[in-house]
């Protein structure tokens, strides 16, 4: 017992020294580990890692590469429906703000199970940027009824009746920890828009990402949100082409404040823009940031995020299988039901189609005999005719007797 903590010291001075061989030794080497982290990251948050199942209701019910692709299926495991081209996206201009040095903090206003709010915190992580914070909103209970009195554009909205739109924050907590990012640097902020935005303790934002479909849900963000964006800050539209009250609230921000965007498509679904530098600030952010070399003790903390990234993708990719599995095993257990069912019936036939036989054949062996009967019938009516028109004295005079007895017997 007393050996224990020595050997494990000494496990740990092992495990540190190969670890520190695995160093990167320039930064192209260091950039390669921190992309592969976050490809890693991206694969598995999409689903793509373990081709993770829609849920249902989406449509397709094997996986669909193309759909998870522009983020057209729901996931059934996954943490977040937008799809690989858009979490890609997100993460090019996370580091996009990380590498120009917009200041501020990243929201993500719509977040179901979290999955793009734990790529901007992994991004953070993987560039060891340690003063911003991820905020995380939303109601944790889907989406909100429509107002349609304050908000016409939303009348008829069945948002609020997705029950698989609702995730809740101890939910979404988890899957924070699952990618063992949950820290003091993500922030939740749970109930509706209108009433966590305006009064949240957010400073500047450099990224906001909007994805709450309803046109309310959308202004209200803008409303709360926008003016905390610094200039050469990113703002994403998740839904601007698949849901029009989305793209109509931001129309009317724009229109109404005088902000004419320059819009860039992502995926034929979401937008984005960046919002203009004032005047002379744009000659401040024309120098771009230079990549810093990261301490030794920032890449082992990677590498350990890395393997335990990979064991919990092992972990994933075998629930995959199971679940894969037990998709394939209900099936064949109706099979082998129906199989078994079908086995009973014909031979019930077969017992059926034996009786039928057997009762053929009695009928066969009845007919027979009441032809023989017949037969025999017929004989002995000849034979009574050839009695009674003999004209031999030996047979008709018995007959004759017998005709006189029965004669007297009816006189009596
Ligand atoms: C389409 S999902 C977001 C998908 C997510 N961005 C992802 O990465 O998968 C929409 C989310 O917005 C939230 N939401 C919509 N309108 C809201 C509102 N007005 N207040 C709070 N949450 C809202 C819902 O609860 C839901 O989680």
């Known amino acids: ?38 490809e890693l990251m991206q694969s598995f948050l999409t689903g793509v890692i373990c081709r993770d199942l829609p849920l249902i209701p989406s449509g397709s019910e094997t996986f669909d590469l193309e759909l998870r692709e522009n983020g057209l299926d729901w996931p059934s495991q996954a943490f977040t429906m937008i799809g690989v081209k858009r979490l890609n996206n997100l993460r090019i201009l996370t580091e996009s703000i990380i590498e120009d040095k917009v200041p501020g903090d990243l929201i993500e206003t719509g977040v179901w199970r979290g999955g793009a709010c734990i790529l901007m915190r992994a991004v953070l992580y993987a560039h060891n940027i340690t003063d911003r914070t991820v905020w995380v909103a939303d109601s944790f209970a889907g989406l909100p009824p429509a107002n349609a009195e304050q908000y016409p ?21 988890e899957n924070f920890r699952f990618f063992d990012l949950l820290d003091e640097q993500t922030k939740f902020l749970k109930g509706w828009f209108k009433d966590t935005l305006p009064t949240a303790n957010i400073g500047k ?36 082409h698949v849901v029009p009250e989305c793209k109509a609230a931001v129309s009317d921000y724009c229109r109404t404040r005088g902000i004419e965007p320059k819009i860039v498509e992502i995926d034929g679904v979401g937008v984005y823009w960046r919002k203009p530098l004032e005047g002379k600030k744009k000659s401040e952010h024309s120098v771009r940031f230079q990549v810093e070399e990261p301490s030794n003790e920032s890449i082992l903390h990677l590498y350990k995020s890395m393997v335990q990234l990979s064991q919990n993708a092992i972990i ?30 014909k031979q019930l036939l077969a017992e059926r189609d034996r009786q039928i036989e057997v009762l053929n054949q ?28 003999s004209t031999s004295w030996r047979i008709s005079y018995p007959v004759r007797f017998l005709k006189n007895i029965l004669r007297r017997v009816k006189c009596i």
């Open 1 to 38: 017992m007393s050996h224990q903590p020595c050997n494990q010291g000494r496990a740990e001075a092992v495990c540190r020294n190969e670890a520190t061989a695995l160093i990167p030794h320039n930064l192209e080497e260091w950039q390669s580990i921190r992309d592969s982290y976050l």
């Open 153 to 173: 554009e939303d009348a008829g909205s069945e948002f609020h009746k997705y029950e698989e739109l609702a995730v809740s924050l101890e939910e979404v907590k």
């Open 205 to 240: 934002l450099a990224l906001l990402r909007l994805d709450g479909d309803m046109y309310e849900s959308t202004m209200d963000a803008l409303n709360a949100l926008y003016p905390k964006l610094s200039p050469n800050g990113y703002i994403i539209i998740d839904d601007y």
């Open 316 to 345: 994933r990719l075998n629930q995959a299988i199971a679940e894969r599995d037990c998709r394939v095993v209900e099936p064949n257990q109706h099979q082998v039901k129906n199989d078994r069912r079908v086995s009973e019936l």
């Open 362 to 389: 009695t009928v066969a062996e009845q007919e027979d005999e009441v032809m023989r009967l017949n037969q025999a019938l017929a004989e002995k009516n000849i034979y009574i005719a050839e009695i009674l028109s």
